[in-house]
Every structure is written in structure tokens, then in C-alpha cells.
């Protein structure tokens, strides 16, 4: 059986090669096909995953590597499907291309699924199993849109690493998939081998050893994302500096996230100088978990980045979150696909689920730690969050976010809910109704709205409906 794997980031391939090195995706002859898709908004101006520094070395853990941006070129990865009449066409002529034979086995291994590229893979190599890697923290959280009957039929198994101890990533599960796990250190591995590889670059950067005293700053693009405004955005970078100085280290390594503006490094290095700390500049073309590999700091700081699981996950670190409440409060829709990792960074940052090496959210006050004791069991406000961003899909955990929620209510985790989708979906914490309003069902108050809109009409021909009598009667 020959394996197609699809990635679109240096980080998914990371995780793949992790994956394959460690035994997890079946023996090592087995034949792997690496198809690479460039998902940015300008792929003509961004390297793909494989051609980034640092990736050289993990291509040879494939057979044939296939740049998908150009297969179906001029279409954009994200926005080419295909019909069902033309799919078994375009198979064959894949299958030819990559020297697939046309009755053999295939089992796809794709990224987030339904939507493209994995979603055309699938429907191209209509008869495959289907395995989905994860991608950091998002894997922890409900998929947005449910997959095809054909897909979820097809589906095998959920590969992820095991960032987080004791927590099983809720993406898909309403299936029941195989759960295949990587264990944080195997990842570490294949990270540290990026690592040497890029030793030049590193240099180059003045970022190839460790330095003293010091916190990587992972800047976010927030702004990109609509999620907060640009001015927002900075202030919350600054804020980040203030974590520092309480954390009493003496260096600031500012990372930008590749696709943000970098509007924000002038600011951050007259901040940094105003608060006595030296600013390094990280502005390299190269993973996150690369530079935390290389300059091994002391603490990370970022909002809600999957660099601050990794981190700490991968290598140790201590670890801060910043504007985290903030955001709760602002984002929607509720079902947005960031509100997972949002609540799990806030949590874990917070008194009450706060793992050992975590540092409270600026705006709390120090960088005391976030919390005495044991750390609560996270897993029963993931459910619930989970539910109430996807009530259809993951209608099992129903049950479990009632519970949960009846204990939360008044109580500070209710900071995680909205109480109108509470109410929408008749879950403790919702808004009480107006009394004159409880007795009526909503078919009842659309069949009343319906006879108002039309009373005017119906008077025209003598008619009267009198809607007091439908809200006595019901």
C-alpha cells in the first residue's frame, strides 16, 4: 500500500517525518508520497514547506515529493475541487504520474479535513483510507464543517503529538478514529536534526547557542486575522516586554510571525530599551520550535501561539500568556476555530488549571506563577467548549457540558461561554426569558408573528384574526 501524505506547513512536515521515524505510520518500506500544497495568498511569493530552510533533510524520509500547486496549476490550493464525473479521470492520471499502479491500495494522510487541498485529495482517490495529522493546538477542537458521508466511511485514524499530557484532541472524534500518538520527544528529535541543519542561518542571526537570562517574545498576527486591531496588537506586544522585565531576565528575543507586519519591531526595541533589557531581533525565515531548539530561553511569551505548547511540550521552557481574557471576551462567532487553543493557553495560564512553569497573564500583575496546588483536570471545560462551538457534531457531549456548566455557573470559568449561545442552546448560564415570553414555544410565536404581518391584508376582505386568542390557546 502506498501512502499520500499532504502537508501545507514546515511544522506539519516535522510532525510527519516524526511520525514516520518513530514507526507510527506502518514499516518503513512501505512507499510515501509527499504532496506539498502552498496554501498562502501569494504562493508565487512564499516558499513552500519544503523548499524552507531546515526542511532538506526530512524529504529524504519520502519517495517522491510533488509540488500540488503546480499539479493543478493555475488553480489555488484552497479553492480547487473537482466533480465527480472528472475524479476517476484525474486518478488515473495521477496514479500514472506517480508511478502508482492502478489497482494498488492507497491510504491518504491529509491535513484538516473537509476543506482543500484535503478535501480534493479525497474526493480524487475516492476509494482510500483516510488518516488526518493534526496541526498544534487546532486539533484539539471540533472540525468547523462536517465531512461528506464518503469521507467519514473512509476515515481511519487521527495522528497528533502529544502536547498536551492527558488531554486526546476532540478533532473528529464524534467518529471514533484510531488515535495514533506522538510522544512529545520524538518530535523534539526531528527538531533538533532542523536545527543543525540551519546552524548557518542561526549564526548569521546571532541565534546558534543559547543565551542567558533570556525570553523568546512569539509575536501573533491578530491584527491579519481581524481579530483585534493593529493598535491593539502592538499593545499587547508591549505588554509581553512587561512579562519579561517581572520575570527579572535581562533579554528580550522578539520573534514576528512570518506573514505579520513589522510595524511592531521599532516600538518593541525602544520599549525594550526604556525597560533596561537587550532586544535580539529573530526575524528568520525558520520554525519557532527551531529558535527555542537553538537559544534555549527561560521563559516564552506569546498570546495564544501553538509555539507556547510546544515549548514547554518540546523543550521545558517556562511559559506566559498575554491579552488572553481579552480575547475570550471579543472573539466570534463562537465556533471560531481559534477558540479552542485560546481556551486551552488562557486556562493553562490561569489559577485553577495552571501547569508547574507557567507564568499568570500579564494584566494579573507579576510573573508570579499562576497558581498553587495541583493543576484541575482540563478535559471536562474542553468538552463543553467544544459542544457549545459545535452542538450538531459533537451532540454526544451534550450530557458533559450540562454537568460541567452546572458547576461553572457564577464561577470564573464561565468566562469561556457567551451567554446567548447558552440560552440558544438551553445550557445552565443561559438568559432567562421574559415571563410573558415561557409559556410560548417558538412555532407558537412564529405562528402569531405571521398573523400580525398579515392582519392589515386580511381586513382589506373583512377578516380578523384575532392573535390573543392563539396566545391563550396555544
Known amino acids: 500500500m502506498t501512502q499520500i501524505i499532504e502537508i501545507s506547513t514546515q511544522y506539519q512536515l516535522a510532525n510527519l517525518s516524526a511520525l514516520i521515524r518513530a514507526g507510527r505510520l506502518g514499516e518503513p518500506q512501505r512507499r510515501r508520497i509527499l504532496v506539498v500544497a502552498n496554501n498562502s495568498v501569494s504562493p508565487e511569493l512564499t516558499p513552500a ?27 489555488h490550493p ?11 479521470i484525474m486518478e488515473r492520471a495521477l496514479r500514472r504520474e506517480w508511478d ?63 502536547l498536551l499530557p492527558g488531554i486526546t484532541p476532540r478533532q473528529l472524534a464524534e467518529h471514533g478514529p484510531e ?29 546558534d547557542a543559547p543565551i542567558e537570562s533570556s525570553a523568546l517574545v512569539l509575536g501573533q498576527y491578530l491584527a491579519q486575522l481581524d481579530l483585534i486591531t493593529a493598535e491593539e496588537e502592538l499593545d499587547l506586544h508591549l505588554q509581553m516586554l512587561d512579562v519579561v522585565k517581572d520575570a527579572g531576565l535581562s533579554t528580550v528575543v522578539f520573534k514576528p510571525h512570518p506573514t505579520s507586519a513589522r510595524t511592531t519591531i521599532g516600538p518593541l526595541r525602544r520599549r525594550s530599551e526604556e525597560l533596561g533589557l537587550d532586544f535580539v531581533l529573530a526575524d528568520v525565515p525558520l520554525l519557532a520550535e527551531i529558535v527555542v531548539s537553538a537559544t534555549r530561553p ?11 505548547a510546544t515549548a514547554k511540550g518540546l523543550y521545558g521552557c517556562a511559559t506566559a500568556a498575554v491579552g488572553t481574557t481579552e480575547l475570550l471576551a471579543a472573539l466570534a462567532p463562537y465556533q471560531n476555530s481559534n477558540r479552542i487553543p485560546l481556551t486551552i ?3 493553562l495560564h490561569s489559577g485553577r488549571y495552571a501547569l508547574p512553569g507557567t507564568l499568570a497573564e500579564a494584566g494579573a500583575g507579576s510573573g508570579a506563577p499562576a497558581g498553587p496546588g495541583a493543576p484541575r483536570d482540563l478535559n471536562p471545560l474542553i468538552d463543553a467548549v467544544t459542544y457549545c462551538m459545535q ?36 445550557l445552565p448560564g443561559r438568559l432567562e426569558m421574559p415571563r410573558h ?33 392563539l396566545r391563550k390557546n396555544g
Open 49 to 75: 514547506a519544503d523548499a524552507m530552510p531546515g526542511s532538506a533533510g526530512l524529504l529524504s524520509d519520502f519517495d517522491l515529493v510533488v509540488d500540488w500547486n503546480a499539479t493543478i496549476w493555475p488553480n
Open 437 to 469: 415570553r415561557k409559556t410560548l414555544s417558538a412555532a407558537k410565536q412564529r405562528l402569531i408573528s405571521q398573523a400580525k404581518r398579515t392582519q392589515h391584508v386580511l381586513k382589506d376582505y373583512g377578516i380578523t384574526v384575532d392573535t390573543s386568542k
Open 345 to 347: 493557553i488562557d486556562a
Open 179 to 207: 488515535r495514533v500518538v506522538l510522544p512529545a520527544a520524538d518530535l523534539a528529535k526531528v527538531i533538533d536534526d532542523m536545527t543543525a541543519e540551519v546552524a548557518d542561518d542561526l549564526a548569521s542571526a546571532n541565534l
Open 100 to 162: 502508482i499502479a492502478e489497482a494498488e491500495p492507497l491510504e491518504l494522510i491529509v491535513e484538516s479535513l473537509p476543506s482543500h487541498p484535503a478535501g480534493a485529495l479525497t474526493q480524487i482517490f475516492a476509494t482510500a483510507d483516510i488518516s488526518v495529522h493534526s496541526d498544534g493546538l487546532m486539533s484539539y477542537g471540533p472540525i468547523r464543517n462536517p465531512l461528506t458521508l464518503p469521507q467519514w466511511q473512509r476515515l481511519r485514524a487521527i495522528c497528533y503529538t502529544d
Open 298 to 308: 527561560e521563559l516564552v511569551v506569546s498570546c495564544f501561539s501553538t509555539g507556547l
Open 78 to 88: 484552497k479553492a480547487f475541487g473537482i466533480s465527480g464525473e472528472r475524479a476517476p
Open 391 to 426: 452542538s450538531k457534531s459533537a451532540s454526544y457531549l451534550r450530557q458533559k457540558a450540562i454537568d460541567f456548566l452546572d458547576g461553572a455557573v457564577g464561577g470564573p470559568d464561565m468566562k469561556y461561554f457567551k451567554r446567548k449561545r447558552l440560552t440558544a442552546l438551553d
